[in-house]
């Protein structure tokens, strides 16, 4: 069987997905198997079946947005994804890709052309180049300003430094409009706030003060118009203004950079003879190459944000690698025991943590917190708290109350007031089939008993790093034969549908009862289908974290 890959249509160079035989789910969901972040894909958007002879059979799973083969919808029971076939999810393209079939070149969406009659009355045809040929050999100021323009047009898809770019614009300027100085201003955050980006003159080196009238530059930003202006002395507005008076400013025309009704800078000319006056076809010039140049100063900036996002991106994917693999890979082995654990983070690296470990006098120590907050700074909290449990309980003795004590210490001291983390730590003696544990302001874990009777391990306890000397009290709980702990964040019973009602606890009572019996990886794996059930296409709000604890029922 040739290798399978699957590949965005739209990204052929980024990493493809190796399909070997089993089932794939497609969706938005961080546990499907081939996840794409774009909320055009449900959580749970399609399932792919690789059958051993090489088959690839699609099925949609109750998407909002549908799954098509070739633009065709799948059957009920699944249709078939041939190699060179195209995989529509909502508006995402994927490919089915062999090593006989390679990534196909056909873009999304297709172009019609027809043969039949035109119903033009006429047509007006000359050739491109000799339009061009006219334009290039006119020596008056339009075709000068033309190759200008047309230069600059180049300009605008040519990979080079913004300070370049402006500097041969105002180049380009100066041969095409007479004046005494030309510069760029360029907007700083606030919008009435702008710094010399660039500048040019026609006397022999530079003004080492550039120095203009704010009056001017602020009624152009104002009315948000080009503005040409002549006699300027004799101006009312602008007469004994020193920065017109000192420099000896007669005419002058202020083009806005705007694009997209943003304005990202101003384009500034002036003249300083007597009798020059900008007329209307210089002020359109201005405006023509202030359009171009605002264009490609908005290029610029979203180039250099998509590249500041790319490096963030990319240092997240290796804060979330790092943060998951400070997780345990596996649960440990506990004779009579079974542990389970699941964890979905809303963002690359958040603040929910678990942790289950053996420890050397045979008693198994399993923990899970919740941060305060989303993103970098839960998660540096989390790596922290999860760092200094472990150390404790490398020790020989490790009472769990007073784990919880110096740990909160610990993070009042060295964390801000609004900082704090919800914590449940508990020590299994499997010999006397008992749990000891602190509930530290943690959501109350469930104790399922087989006969599908629930308690809680209820909390009355403030979160770790409230105060700096609280004191918690352990407690103990035995576990019968079949019982199951079932430990959990708050994104489970806070988790939303699209009508932003909430999963509740009332239906995961439910759900416990009525599957107290299941083996414990179908318990939580059922748990997860009813809440992607529930939660339908809406976005997943908070961290969601399980930690299952069972015991055998032999």
């Not at 075709?143 to 300070?163: C, H, N, S, T």
């Not at 702008?194 to 026609?202: D, H, Y």
């Amino acid at each position: 069987m040739n290798s399978l890959k699957l590949v965005r249509c739209d990204k052929p160079d980024d990493p493809l997905w190796s399909l070997n035989t089993g089932t794939w789910v497609i969706g938005r969901k961080a546990g499907c198997d081939i996840r794409i972040d774009n909320p055009a894909i449900s959580r749970r958007h399609a399932q792919l079946e690789v059958l051993i002879d090489g088959a690839v059979r699609v099925k949609d799973l109750n998407s909002k947005n549908g799954t098509r083969i070739n633009k065709k919808p799948v059957q009920a029971g699944g249709t078939l994804l041939q190699a060179g076939d195209r995989l529509n999810l909502g508006d995402v393209c994927l490919a089915l890709v062999s090593e006989d079939v390679p990534v196909p070149c056909i873009p999304d969406s297709e172009m019609t052309v027809s043969d039949k009659p035109s119903s033009y009355v006429s047509i007006n045809a000359l050739p491109y180049d000799k339009l061009l040929e006219e334009w290039r050999v006119r020596d008056d100021a339009m075709g000068k300003a033309y190759r200008a323009l047309f230069e600059m047009i180049g300009m605008l898809v040519a990979e080079q430094p913004l300070d370049n770019m402006v500097d041969e614009t105002l180049e380009r300027l100066q041969q095409t409009v007479e004046a005494h100085r030309y510069a760029v201003f360029l907007g700083q955050g606030d919008k009435d706030s702008l710094k010399l980006f660039a500048q040019r003159s026609t006397h022999q080196g530079t003004d080492s003060h550039f120095e203009i009238s704010r009056t001017i530059l602020k009624q152009a930003l104002k009315e948000r118009k080009a503005l040409s202006l002549s006699d300027l002395p004799a101006d009312r507005r602008f007469a004994g203004r020193d920065s017109v008076m000192l420099m000896g400013v007669h005419s002058a025309m202020v083009v806005p950079l705007i694009e997209q009704d943003r304005v990202v800078g101003v384009l500034y000319v002036d003249s300083k003879s007597p009798v020059h006056r900008y007329d209307e076809n210089a002020l359109s010039i201005a405006v023509a190459f202030g359009h171009l140049l605002a264009a490609k100063i908005v290029q610029h900036q979203l180039f250099q944000e998509r590249q500041e996002r790319e490096a963030l991106e990319s240092e997240l994917r290796v804060a979330s690698d790092i943060q998951r693999g400070l997780m345990p890979d596996t649960v440990p082995d506990v004779p009579g025991y079974v542990f389970h654990a699941y964890q979905e983070q809303t963002r690359m690296v958040g603040g929910d943590l678990y942790d289950v470990a053996v420890r050397r006098d045979g008693r198994a120590y399993f923990l899970q917190a919740d941060v305060a907050g989303k993103g970098v700074g839960a998660a540096l909290m989390a790596a922290n708290i999860l760092s200094a449990f472990r150390i404790l309980n490398d020790a020989e003795v490790f009472p769990v109350e007073q784990a919880v004590e110096r740990v909160s210490r610990h993070m009042f001291a060295s964390t801000p007031d609004v900082q704090f983390a919800t914590v449940f730590l508990a020590l299994l003696d499997p010999s006397r089939h008992r749990v000891e544990y602190v509930n530290a302001g943690h959501h109350p874990p469930m104790l399922v008993h087989r006969d599908g009777t629930l308690e809680y391990l209820s909390s009355g306890h403030l979160p770790v790093g409230v105060l700096e000397d609280y004191h918690w009290r352990a407690k103990s709980v035995p576990l019968a034969r079949g019982d199951r702990l079932l430990i959990f964040t708050d994104g489970v019973p806070d988790a939303e549908n699209e009508e932003q009602a909430q999963y509740g606890m009332k239906r995961l009572e439910a759900y416990a009862r009525a599957h107290a019996s299941l083996p414990p990886k179908e318990f939580v794996s059922g748990l997860l289908e009813d809440l992607d059930h529930f939660m339908g296409d809406a976005p997943q709000a908070d961290d969601l974290t399980l930690l299952l604890v069972a015991r055998d029922d032999a």
